[in-house]
């Protein structure tokens, strides 16, 4: 069974900074890939970024490329969102995910409200 506990979010002034954390907790979880999501009020969930414990390889939505960064402190078992240039548009609740290589994305955190004042 694997656990997620993200934090970080809150109210920042377009142009800010915010940085999520996930806390990740099982025994398999080193197999799993992680992802961060959002939902922003009235639409569907967006996937964001993607990381795998080890090895190359992260994905982002066009919508943040240039702006958030994802990485994993294997150490720590945690996986951060660095979210800069925040925009309005960016407002929404955040989730941390994990799913196996050949599944689906079945292991969600409790989300955190991130919201972007104009």
């Known amino acids: 069974q694997v656990q997620l506990v993200e934090s970080g979010g809150g109210l920042v002034q377009a142009g800010g900074s915010l940085r999520l954390s996930c806390a990740a907790s099982?025994?398999?979880?080193?197999?799993?890939?992680m992802g961060w999501f959002r939902q922003a009020p009235g639409k569907g969930r967006e996937l964001v970024s993607t990381?795998?414990?080890?090895?190359?390889?992260?994905y982002y939505a066009n919508s943040v490329k240039g702006r958030f960064t994802i990485s994993t402190d294997n150490a720590k078992n945690t996986v951060y969102l660095q979210m800069n240039s925040l925009k309005p548009e960016d407002t929404a609740v955040y989730y941390c995910?994990?799913?196996?290589?050949?599944?689906?994305?079945?292991?969600w955190g409790q989300g955190t409200q991130v919201t972007v004042s104009s």
């Open positions: 995910a994990a799913r196996r290589v050949t599944q689906e994305w079945n292991y």
């Open positions: 099982g025994r398999t979880i080193s197999s799993h890939v």
């Open positions: 990381i795998a414990w080890s090895g190359p390889g992260t």
